[in-house]
């Protein structure tokens, strides 16, 4: 069984920068979409970014992110270390949420959360103004 877990939360300052990393260890069995999603206080879990190396694509690419993010995060994999980064620059205090990341199999809209059937544990990210 494959676990994800989430690393590079922390407190930033509003226009700094963080790297979150989710790592996989065990058998992916064909899971080949990892997606990013947070929860701030008060507020219900919303997707953040996706990444998928299965041919897969959504409007001809194989990234896609929230409109909220656009510009400023970027999603990338690394295939020697198993684990996908999620950079965050440009950080505002509306950032401010625990980062979970989620992997799922080939699915044609990678922002609904049901598609997800492992979920890391999360790690908190603070931006202060």
């Known amino acids: 069984q494959v676990q994800l877990v989430e690393s590079g939360g922390g407190l930033v300052q509003a226009g700094g920068s963080l790297r979150l990393s989710c790592a996989a260890s065990g058998r992916m069995e064909s899971r080949n979409i990892i997606g990013w999603f947070r929860q701030a206080p008060g507020k219900e879990r919303e997707f953040v970014a996706v990444i998928t190396w299965s041919g897969l694509t959504w409007n001809g690419r194989s990234t896609n992110y929230a409109d909220s993010v656009k510009g400023r995060f970027t999603i990338s994999r690394d295939n020697a270390k198993n684990a996908v980064s999620l950079q965050m620059n440009s950080l505002k205090p509306e950032d401010t949420a625990v980062y979970y990341c989620?992997?799922?199999?080939?699915?044609?809209?990678?922002?609904?959360?049901?598609?997800?059937?492992?979920w890391g544990q999360g790690t908190q990210v603070t931006v202060s103004s």
């Open positions: 989620a992997a799922a199999r080939g699915v044609t809209r990678p922002y609904l959360q049901p598609n997800y059937d492992v």
